[in-house]
Nanobody, 122 residues
Framework: QVQLVESGGGLVQAGGSLRLSCAAS????????MGWFRQAPGKEREFVTT????????SYADSVKGRFTISRDNAKNTVFLQMNSLKAEDTAVYFC???????????????WGQGTQVTVSS
């Protein structure tokens, strides 16, 4: 069983930064793509970013491109999401997830963390 635990969420002013972390259990972390998704109140869960198993390939939603950066440390079984120039519309619960393969679709992710709240005040 794989467990994913997010941390680093909180309250930040617009224009500020946060860094989310997602620690994964298990010995096969480096074999899987990882992704970040978010869900705002009253909205469906949406794709934010994903990174390939090797960390070489990344993809971002247009809404965060240029502001967010995903990275991973396979030696520490951890994936990160650096969020800069935060906007009020970035407010959501952020989830990390393990992908069966590199994908932007939540249907292709099989293990999910519990989520961490990010609130951006305007």
């Amino acid at each position: 069983q794989v467990q994913l635990v997010e941390s680093g969420g909180g309250l930040v002013q617009a224009g500020g930064s946060l860094r989310l972390s997602c620690a994964a259990s298990g010995r096969t972390f480096s074999s899987y793509a990882m992704g970040w998704f978010r869900q705002a109140p009253g909205k469906e869960r949406e794709f934010v970013t994903t990174i390939s198993a090797s960390g070489i390939i990344t993809s971002y939603a247009d809404s965060v491109k240029g502001r967010f950066t995903i990275s991973r440390d396979n030696a520490k079984n951890t994936v990160f999401l650096q969020m800069n120039s935060l906007k009020a519309e970035d407010t959501a619960v952020y989830f990390c997830a393990r992908g069966r393969f590199y994908s932007r679709s939540s249907n292709d992710y099989d293990y999910w963390g519990q989520g961490t709240q990010v609130t951006v005040s305007s």
